[in-house]
C-alpha cells in the first residue's frame, strides 16, 4: 500500500459515486439580482385619448415585451406613426428595466430623439411615433392591466404647456376656454353697472 497523491484520490472518489464532484474553490464573483426581485416598473398612457389611463406592468418573470401597432405586440400602440414593430423592454440582471428601438426606428425620450436603448427610470417620458407613455414605479388611478409588456412614450416641453393641460384632451380644454370667456364676461358686464 503506497501513498497515494491527491489526484488518484480524487480520480478515485469520482470513480465511488459519479454524481459527486470535488468542490473546487473560486475566487469572489458576481451575484445576480433575480428576475423576481427587480422592482416593477408601469408604463401609463398618457396619447392617445382613446388609450388614456391605461397602464402597464412591467414583469420580470414574463421577459421581453414588444411594443409596436401589430396585434401580436405585448403592448399596442394606437397611432399610425408608429410601427408595427417599434420597440422592445426587458430587464437586466442589475435590475433595470431598458427600452431599446427597433432597427432604424426612433424614440423619443423627455424631448430627446434616440435610436440606441435607454434605461428606463422614473418619470421618464416616452414617445413611440405619437403614442405618448410615462414610467411610473407605482401607477397613478385608472385602468390597470398587468400587462407582461408595458411601453409608453411622451414628448416634455411641449411648447411650454404646464404638465397638467397635457393631461386633458383637446374637448375638455375647449370646454374650460369657453366656460372661462363666459365667466370674464359676465363678471365685467356686472362690474360695468
Not at 416598473?41 to 389611463?53: C, D
Not at 411594443?67 to 394606437?78: E, K, V, Y
Amino acid at each position: 500500500m503506497g501513498s497515494e497523491d491527491e489526484g488518484e484520490k480524487a480520480a478515485r472518489r469520482t470513480e465511488l459515486d459519479p454524481l459527486e464532484e470535488p468542490v473546487q474553490p473560486t475566487g469572489p464573483s458576481a451575484v445576480a439580482v433575480p428576475g423576481s426581485l427587480r422592482p416593477p416598473m408601469w408604463l401609463e398612457r398618457i396619447e392617445p385619448p382613446t388609450g388614456r389611463g391605461e397602464r402597464h406592468r412591467l414583469d420580470a418573470a414574463h421577459g421581453e415585451v414588444s411594443l409596436g401597432r401589430a396585434a401580436t405586440n405585448d403592448i399596442r400602440l394606437h397611432t399610425p406613426s408608429a410601427s408595427r414593430e417599434h420597440a422592445s423592454i426587458a430587464g437586466t440582471a442589475e435590475g433595470e428595466w431598458v427600452l431599446t428601438p427597433g432597427v432604424g426606428k426612433c424614440v423619443w425620450i423627455d424631448g430627446d430623439e434616440t435610436w440606441e436603448p435607454v434605461v428606463l427610470e422614473e418619470g421618464m417620458n416616452i414617445v413611440l411615433g405619437r403614442d405618448h407613455l410615462r414610467c411610473a414605479l407605482r401607477p397613478e388611478s385608472g385602468l390597470e392591466r398587468s400587462a407582461q409588456p408595458a411601453a409608453k412614450g411622451s414628448v416634455s416641453g411641449r411648447g411650454g404647456r404646464a404638465e397638467g393641460l397635457r393631461r386633458i384632451s383637446a374637448s375638455t380644454r375647449l370646454i374650460i376656454v369657453l366656460a372661462s370667456i363666459g365667466i370674464g364676461l359676465i363678471a365685467l358686464a356686472w362690474l360695468s353697472r
